[in-house]
């Protein structure tokens, strides 16, 4: 029997060459402004035009395999964009808590149709559920809505108006809420991009809430525990694809460059390497198909692993490359240089080992 490809699959050549012509521009130029060249607008603008920001984001969808797969083409030509679509798809997957009603309802729309951007500034919920630290936003409740006061540490997609959905501790209760907040709303003070390793113009950095509102209309939920519980294994997962994007494409490449009697001596790394990309990758599709069945811990363990693996093929594939694996300028550097982001992207390593090592008491 013949299985057909999904329908947008049929988009994929055109959305690499899109990303290959943006991709060196994407990793050097830090995110100015709000002028549609390079950063998370451009990217998602261009995928909402070809309805690729809405896969397994319908009603009744409960699996994320197709925009996993998405995610892990895309992370082979560009982890900057990969990681800004992650962060804008957590969004709209964090929306479904709050149905088609009342104003998150349009909002979601417009995060599929890529009119609207999406930051997830949920790290400090995945750190107090797994009992690190607490919540650091305070919402202080008022009629009709609370005030929230705190900061937020990092967070990406942070372009003018862009929604960000945050977590916030109720007074010193054990009350939690989830909100959404937009990038220049008063009280809403982003401080200016650090120039980083790469990923320059994902438009990351830190927020400070002073006296910040939001209306009832914008609390996604009151159930943190809950809230965490549920969207945990689809961030998690998605983390996962653009980790085996990333080392698919350094594998790949390095597969390539080891040519001659000299370099075999790289040839056992690399298919060891590569048996461990099929493993966690077959690993990761039976995960997607229903994120909410599957065991929370070996979804832990997988993006701890798949993160692992990419540091080691962006090495390889670096000295594979000899010479040109320092160059700045090259792809193979580049992806290096995006690997190293893996350790403290949230959760971090320490997040993850944590975990794990807690689990394993």
């Known amino acids: 029997m013949t299985v057909m490809a999904p329908a947008w699959r049929q988009h994929l050549p055109d959305v690499l060459a899109h990303l290959a012509g943006r991709a060196a521009s994407v990793d050097e130029t830090p995110h100015q402004g709000d002028d549609g060249t390079i950063g998370p607008r451009d990217l ?19 699996g994320v395999a197709e925009v996993a797969s998405l995610i892990d083409v895309i992370a082979g030509e560009c982890l900057s964009s990969a990681f800004s679509f992650w962060a804008h798809r957590m969004v709209i997957e964090y929306l479904r808590e709050a149905g088609s009603g009342g104003p998150l309802g349009p909002l979601r729309a417009g995060l599929a149709a890529g009119t609207e951007v999406g930051s997830t500034a949920m790290a400090a919920a995945l750190q107090e559920m797994a009992g690190m630290r607490p919540v650091p936003v305070v919402a202080t409740p008022y009629a009709g809505g609370y005030r929230l006061d705190g900061p937020i540490r990092w967070a990406s997609n942070l372009v003018p108006g862009a929604a960000v959905v945050l977590p916030a501790r109720v007074g010193d209760g054990a009350g939690r809420i989830v909100a959404v907040v937009r990038v220049g709303d008063p009280g809403v003070a982003v401080a200016p991009p650090r120039r980083l390793l790469a990923l320059n113009a994902t438009a990351s950095s830190s927020i400070t809430l002073t006296g910040a509102r939001v209306d009832a209309g914008h609390v996604v939920t009151d159930d943190l525990a809950g809230f965490v519980r549920r969207a945990r294994p689809v961030l998690l997962l998605l983390q996962t694809a653009f980790c085996l994007g990333l080392a698919r494409r350094s594998l790949d490449e390095a597969r390539r460059l080891v040519q001659g009697e000299a ?75 995006e690997a190293a982001f893996l350790p403290v992207q949230s959760p971090s390593e320490i997040q993850l080992r944590w975990e794990l090592s807690q689990a394993a008491t």
């Open 263 to 337: 370099a075999a001596v790289l040839v056992p790394d690399l298919e060891e390497s590569t048996a461990r990309l099929g493993d966690y990758a077959e690993r990761a599709r039976r995960a997607q198909h229903a994120p909410a069945a599957a065991d929370p811990l070996e979804i832990t363990r997988l993006r701890y692993d798949a993160a692992h693996l990419t540091l080691a093929a962006t090495r390889l594939e670096a000295t594979a490359s000899g010479g040109r694996g320092y160059a700045t300028g090259t792809p193979v550097n580049r992806r290096l240089r």
């Open 44 to 62: 998602l603008r261009h995928l909402g035009r070809r309805n690729l920001l809405s896969l397994d984001a319908g009603p009744g969808d409960t």
